[in-house]
């Protein structure tokens, strides 16, 4: 049984950083990627990065690039996300999601954790 769980968020204040993490449990070989979403309230699911077991590239999303950085880490099967000059657009809950295919659409992803909120506020 595939298992995801997230930890580390927090409240912060914009300019902070935080990192969260994800450890998966049960993950197949074939599931090659993982990824982080965030959800803000009253809002749809956001891509925010992903990392590619088959050639190791991550992806950024437009509104993280050069302040977020992903970590993965196959020994603990974790997936780091470092976050930093944190903005209060950046609130929400963040998912751990595991699939096959990189991509930002929520729906090309099999599995989720529970999420951690990160709440960026002054």
């Known amino acids: 049984q595939v298992q995801l769980v997230e930890s580390g968020g927090g409240l912060e204040c914009p300019g902070d950083s935080l990192r969260i993490s994800c450890r998966a449990s049960?993950?197949?070989?074939?599931?090659?990627?993982m990824a982080w979403f965030r959800q803000a309230p009253g809002e749809e699911r956001e891509f925010v990065a992903a990392h590619r077991e088959t050639d190791g590239r991550t992806f950024y999303g437009d509104s993280v690039k050069g302040r977020f950085t992903l970590t993965r880490d196959f020994a603990k099967d974790t997936l780091d996300l470092q976050m930093t000059d944190l903005k209060v657009e950046d609130t929400g809950v963040y998912y751990c999601t595991l699939g096959w295919q990189a991509t930002t659409t929520p729906v090309t992803y099999t599995y989720w954790g529970r999420g951690t909120q990160v709440t960026v506020s002054s």
């Open positions: 049960g993950r197949t070989p074939s599931m090659k990627v």
